[in-house]
């Protein structure tokens, strides 16, 4: 079903043009330029809500296709049951991560300056899920890492250089890898269309075949942060202002989104590569358990965040390896709930470090007691995250954990895959761990002299925390208002 009436590209380009328009306001707009920011992704999420409801209402993907000349063939966008629930949720964690930045970032330098690339990284993520033509996919793939490394280079805290220049270093060379595989891809094939590109590929010779996908995975393997690629990160997430650190989850899990294109959109024969997807599954269990024993480890909490993110996308990728639709469902489940869910933790750490002016869980004991809002916000999102009924996240490792073991005994009993699933839900047990003990120890502990001192809770910071909140609760109630959309499947 075509897009008549353009709402896939309005929802990219609004963005894009306000983005060049905030900074006439001058760097010392301050809360003004916040609010103006918040017009073009309110409309960018109006503009994803009818097309998505579309694709419900008949179960087909809507299209948009433009002529952009030379031989990279058309420009073309696509929300269906893949990418509609991403692009909802970014548009909707960009919206919440702006009205807390206008808390948040207040009295800083350069606000002008900062929402201008603010909207330009938010429209890199929507056009990245979006594009269904891999060079406009690259591009806006690229715009998305400059304008956060822009972000965090600017401002961050005191060893931005340092965190920024290993960020873009790494992301880069990503995305070179990812560069290289698409020039593969379009050598062999002569296209770049994400829908074209599994008929073209059932020519190609096994080796060509695993060599493309294995050279566009291991580039975005980099972007989730997978182990061994993981090191940018925790660095990265620690150094960038609490905002940014807020919707990074949302980005670094597009690099889940886009190796499930290629996998299950480009080159669904690479599933049946048993090897491969071994590969893979090994990865998100060495990342989880890795990620997961590093949180535990931590004492500043935005660090130890920044190690679950990381954990968390080891089960994005163990379900993108599971090779059944069970395993595609738990992975946008798990997805959206890791997005949502981490920019609520991360943006209660910003809350704790305003009111008592750190985020070392040493001296948060006992905070339940004076910051009740923000500590209750900083318990459901902990408990969706280890998979507590009925919040998001338990659908999405139920999903993820049925599809493995589906996959697993489906045909015949694939001993090797059964062993790693299990293995995998037994350290998911490491999620629950640093989970619980952070929240005994910072919520409920004897509480500190700097917690005595706390000052109140900031309304306009604690508007985002609830709609996260109430974002994952009714989620989890109703998770079919994510999955309805997997009946639109291009």
Same mark, same amino acid.
């Given at each position: 079903?075509?897009?008549?009436?353009?709402?896939?590209?309005?929802?990219?380009?609004?963005?894009?043009?306000?983005?060049?328009?905030?900074?006439?306001?001058?760097? /010392?707009?301050?809360?003004?330029?916040?609010?103006?920011?918040?017009?073009?992704? +309110?409309?960018?999420?109006?503009?994803?809500?009818? @097309?998505?409801?579309? %694709?419900?209402?008949?179960?087909?993907?809507?299209? %948009?296709?433009?002529?952009?000349?030379?031989?990279?063939?058309?420009?073309?966008?696509?929300?269906?049951?893949?990418?509609?629930?991403?692009?909802?949720? !970014?548009?909707?964690?960009?919206?919440?991560?702006?009205?807390?930045?206008?808390?948040?970032?207040?009295?800083?330098?350069?606000?002008?300056?900062?929402?201008?690339?603010?909207?330009?990284?938010?429209?890199? #993520?929507?056009?990245?899920?979006?594009?269904?033509?891999?060079?406009?996919?690259?591009?806006?793939?690229?715009? #998305?890492?400059?304008?956060?490394?822009?972000?965090?280079?600017?401002?961050?805290?005191?060893?931005?250089?340092?965190?920024?220049?290993?960020?873009?270093?790494?992301? /880069?060379?990503?995305?070179?890898?990812?560069?290289?595989?698409? +020039?593969?891809?379009?050598?062999?094939?002569?296209?770049?269309?994400? *829908?074209?590109?599994? +008929?073209?590929?059932?020519?190609?010779?096994?080796?060509?075949?695993?060599?493309?996908?294995?050279? #566009?995975?291991?580039?975005?393997?980099?972007?989730?942060?997978?182990?061994?690629?993981?090191?940018?990160?925790?660095?990265?997430?620690? /150094?960038?202002?609490?905002?940014?650190?807020?919707?990074?989850?949302?980005?670094?899990?597009?690099?889940?989104?886009?190796?499930?294109?290629?996998?299950?959109?480009?080159?669904?024969?690479?599933?049946?590569?048993?090897?491969?997807?071994?590969?893979?599954?090994?990865?998100?269990?060495?990342?989880?358990?890795?990620?997961?024993?590093?949180?535990?480890?931590?004492?500043?909490?935005?660090? *130890?965040?920044?190690?679950?993110?990381?954990?968390? =996308?080891?089960?994005? *990728?163990?379900?993108?390896?599971?090779?059944? !639709?069970?395993?595609? %469902?738990?992975?946008?489940?798990?997805?959206?709930?890791?997005?949502?869910?981490?920019?609520?933790?991360?943006?209660?750490?910003?809350?704790?470090?305003?009111?008592?002016?750190?985020?070392?869980?040493?001296?948060?004991?006992?905070?339940?007691?004076?910051?009740?809002?923000?500590?209750?916000?900083?318990?459901?999102?902990?408990?969706?995250?280890?998979?507590?009924?009925?919040?998001?996240?338990?659908?999405?490792?139920?999903?993820?954990?049925?599809?493995?073991?589906?996959?697993?005994?489906?045909?015949?009993?694939?001993?090797?895959?059964?062993?790693?699933?299990?293995?995998?839900?037994?350290?998911?047990?490491?999620?629950?761990?640093?989970?619980?003990?952070?929240?005994?120890?910072?919520?409920?502990?004897?509480?500190?002299? =700097?917690?005595?001192?706390?000052? @109140?809770?900031? @309304?306009?910071?604690?508007? @985002?925390?609830?709609?996260?909140?109430?974002?994952?609760?009714?989620?989890?109630?109703?998770?079919?208002?994510?999955?309805?959309?997997?009946?639109? *499947?291009?």
């Amino acid at each position: 079903m075509m897009d008549l009436y353009h709402l896939l590209l309005q929802s990219i380009i609004i963005p894009l043009a306000f983005s060049a328009a905030v900074p006439l306001l001058g760097d /010392e707009a301050g809360e003004r330029a916040g609010w103006i920011a918040l017009i073009p992704l +309110a409309y960018s999420l109006g503009c994803l809500i009818v @097309p998505s409801a579309i %694709a419900y209402s008949f179960g087909e993907p809507v299209l %948009a296709s433009y002529a952009w000349g030379g031989p990279l063939g058309d420009a073309i966008l696509l929300l269906d049951g893949v990418s509609g629930p991403i692009a909802l949720t !970014i548009a909707a964690a960009s919206i919440l991560v702006c009205v807390y930045s206008i808390g948040y970032m207040r009295g800083a330098r350069g606000l002008g300056s900062y929402y201008a690339l603010y909207l330009l990284f938010a429209s890199g #993520m929507l056009g990245t899920v979006l594009s269904a033509n891999l060079a406009l996919f690259f591009l806006f793939f690229e715009l #998305m890492l400059v304008a956060s490394w822009l972000l965090i280079a600017v401002w961050g805290s005191e060893n931005r250089a340092r965190a920024s220049l290993k960020y873009f270093i790494y992301t /880069e060379a990503g995305a070179l890898l990812l560069l290289a595989g698409i +020039a593969m891809a379009f050598s062999t094939t002569g296209t770049l269309s994400v *829908l074209e590109l599994q +008929a073209r590929s059932a020519a190609l010779a096994r080796w060509e075949l695993l060599l493309i996908a294995s050279l #566009m995975l291991v580039g975005l393997l980099v972007k989730m942060a997978i182990f061994p690629f993981h090191s940018w990160l925790p660095d990265a997430y620690v /150094e960038a202002p609490m905002p940014l650190t807020a919707i990074f989850s949302t980005m670094t899990g597009i690099g889940g989104y886009a190796a499930l294109r290629i996998l299950y959109t480009c080159f669904p024969q690479i599933l049946g590569e048993r090897g491969l997807m071994i590969i893979l599954s090994i990865l998100a269990l060495v990342t989880i358990v890795y990620a997961g024993y590093l949180a535990l480890a931590q004492t500043r909490l935005k660090r *130890l965040l920044a190690y679950s993110s990381i954990s968390q =996308m080891g089960y994005l *990728l163990f379900g993108l390896s599971s090779a059944s !639709i069970l395993g595609l %469902a738990g992975a946008i489940l798990i997805y959206v709930a890791h997005s949502i869910a981490k920019a609520l933790l991360f943006m209660v750490s910003g809350v704790f470090s305003k009111c008592i002016g750190t985020d070392d869980l040493g001296e948060l004991g006992g905070i339940a007691g004076k910051l009740k809002v923000a500590s209750t916000a900083f318990v459901i999102g902990f408990l969706s995250l280890m998979g507590f009924p009925p919040l998001l996240g338990f659908w999405g490792e139920l999903y993820v954990f049925a599809g493995s073991i589906y996959g697993s005994i489906s045909s015949s009993v694939d001993v090797p895959r059964l062993i790693i699933t299990m293995l995998v839900i037994i350290f998911a047990i490491l999620t629950a761990g640093y989970g619980l003990w952070t929240i005994r120890r910072s919520l409920f502990g004897e509480r500190s002299e =700097m917690v005595e001192g706390a000052e @109140p809770e900031p @309304p306009i910071l604690l508007a @985002p925390i609830a709609a996260s909140m109430l974002l994952l609760i009714i989620l989890g109630i109703q998770p079919s208002l994510i999955t309805m959309l997997l009946g639109a *499947l291009s």
